[in-house]
Structures are given as C-alpha cells and as structure tokens.
C-alpha cells in the first residue's frame, strides 16, 4: 500500500470508529442528559469522544507524527474543570466503549493533539460534530475529516451516522446505519453503506441536469448558517426552482454529490464572517470528486492555504456543471454579497 493510500485508510477508519460511537450517543440523548443535568451536554459527550477517538485511530495508523497533524475544532480545556467532572466522565466511558483500556489522562491528551495551527505543509482538519442541532434533534449531522497538503484538499472522509442510504426516505428520520463518503483527489468519490469501511465502495456521481424536472438546492436547517432571502432571490431569479432541502451538517455536499440535489448554497450572513476549514475539506472535495463544481460566490477556488480560515473566500457555492456558472452569474447580477451587512 503507498502512503497516498495509508493516509485515505486511517481516514476511513478514524471516521467509521467515531460514526459508530456518536451514533450510541444520538440513540441515548436521554440517559446522557440525566447523568450529566444539561440539555446540551450530550453534543459535547460526542464531539469531544469523537474527537478522541479520531486521534487515536489516526495514532494507530500512521506511525509518522507528522503524518497525524491535525486543525480540530476543539479542546480538552473545560473538561479539566470539575464542574465538568459528569461531562468528562461520560467522554471517557464513550471513548472507552471502543478503547476499554483508555484512561482519563488518554483521552484528555488524545483530544488535545489536535490543536496544530495550520503551518505545515501537510495536516488534517477535523468537525466532529458538524451540524449539532441536527444531533440533538436526533436528526442529520456528520463527521468530517479532511487531509490538506500544500494548501489543497486531497482527501476527504465524511460520516454521515444518521443519514439514509435510499434517497427516497424522509431526512428527518434518522437511519439506523448511516452512510460513510469518502473521496481522494483524482481518485473519485465513494459511499459505504453502514458507515463500514468493509462493506461494498460504491462510486457516487452528482447527477445531470433535466429540463423536465425543477432544480433543487440543498439548504442549512439553522437561518443563521446562509442568507435564505438571498438563497430566495436566486431561486426566483433563476426560476424552475423546487423547495429547498433543509438538512443540518456537511450532509449537504452528500446530497449533492450523490445526485439527490442540483446545488447546496451557503451565502455570507454578515459582514467580515470567515467560513472555517473543517466546514468545508471534507464535503467540498467529496463532492468535487462526484463531478460538482466548488467555488466561493464570486467563483473563486476555495483556498485553503490560509490556515484554519478560508480568509480569501466569500460563501461557498457547489453545483452540478451545468447549474453553477448560472448560479455565479445570478448571483453577481443580484450583487448578492456586494453589500455586506453588519
């Protein structure tokens, strides 16, 4: 196996391990919440337990340190308190489902090696939770983990624990299984039913426009994630426009990618917001993979050379071929972001 292909494997497999985990979480909001007496401690259980665990697998794999790098969205700091001490005994009993012999002082650190700034030249970017709303709704949220090197995307690994395989099932209903997506630069696009790496790599590709059907967009569930009266102004504008899907997390760029969607729009909300890394590596090269265009709005790459901000960027655009350069047109005759509100 070449290192291309070690590195895309400890993706897989960090991500599987950690699916499966948030996944015992999601079905058990309820007992979380009694022992920990917050309402919101069980999103907190899973991203810092699939963080740990993200860490570890990646530990397990790739013997290089510099191989294991990683730009996460969180840390071990308030878990220290012991005003925590419920919260963190839950990560630790969580992580120690899948790891018994790990140790509080284990996962603490494991949680805390992904603290890398962004300076090397290679590195992992990593959402454990993306989409937390969607998790304690019970409804759709991934993890996303993203390789970076010399300030491109080249893999991309996103479970998806919750999402139905079918694309005729509701999306508010969450599946008992999931799907697990994964992607090299080049290499294509691949979904895992179960979210298991040992089931059948099925190729996924974004689908052709038809004149016959009405466009659909994929859309956040939270306002405060994309300007809707904008995302509203283009849809008018373009016309043959179908309600949106509203669905929480990267899932979206699933959608797209897996052609159940013709675009996913996530237009500024506010004047000087920088969209962060770990939002977008891993979606936006599974989706680049499957044949979608990924830009900004002004339909410029998506730069990730800036550490853990795309600080050259403005929103982010992903659409089929033959749908994206209408979508940048429109929206720079709408002048949607032009401007920009406080």
């Given amino acids: 196996m070449n290192h291309a292909n070690d ?23 309820d007992a979380v919440i009694t022992l920990t007496k917050d309402d919101r401690s069980p999103v907190t259980v899973a991203d810092l337990a699939a963080q740990a665990i993200v860490a570890l697998v990646l530990e397990e794999c790739l013997p290089d340190p510099a191989d294991r790098l990683v730009v996460g969205e969180e840390d071990a700091g308030t878990l220290k308190d012991e005003s925590m001490s419920a919260v963190r005994n839950a990560v630790v009993s969580t992580v120690q489902q899948w790891r018994p012999n790990a140790t509080e002082q284990d996962v603490l650190d494991a949680i805390d090696q992904c603290d890398h700034d962004g300076s090397a030249n290679g590195y992992w970017t990593l959402d ?9 709704r019970n409804q ?42 994964a992607a090299s630069r080049g290499e294509g696009a691949w979904e ?14 974004s689908r052709p426009l038809q004149e016959e059907r009405l466009l659909q967009f994929c859309g956040s569930v939270e306002k405060a994630h994309s300007n809707r009266s904008d995302a509203d102004r283009i849809a008018e504008h373009l016309g043959d426009v179908g309600d949106p899907v509203r669905i929480d997390s990267q899932c979206k760029y699933a959608l797209v990618a897996r052609g159940q969607a013709d675009a996913y729009l996530r237009l500024p909300t506010r004047k000087g917001y920088v969209e962060k890394i770990w939002d977008h590596a891993a979606g936006s090269i599974i989706a680049q993979e499957a044949g979608v265009i990924v830009t900004d709005i002004h339909g410029n790459p998506l730069d990730f050379s800036h550490g853990a901000g795309l600080k050259e960027n403005r929103g982010v655009i992903a659409a089929i071929p033959s749908l994206h350069e209408r979508l940048i047109a429109t929206i720079e005759e709408l002048e949607v972001g032009a401007v920009e509100t406080a």
């Fill in 7 to 29: 590195m895309i494997a400890a993706g897989i497999q960090a991500v599987a391990t950690a699916s499966h985990i948030t996944r015992t979480v999601q079905a058990n909001l």
């Fill in 128 to 136: 454990p939770i993306d989409g937390t709303k969607g998790f304690l």
């Fill in 140 to 181: 759709q949220y991934a993890i996303a983990l993203g390789r970076i090197e010399d300030g491109q995307v080249i893999h991309g690994v996103m479970g998806c624990p919750a999402l139905p395989v079918s694309q005729d099932a509701r999306l508010d209903i969450p599946d008992t299984r999931g799907v697990l997506y």
């Fill in 192 to 205: 895992f039913e179960g979210c298991d790496p040992a089931a059948e790599r099925l190729g996924i590709r």
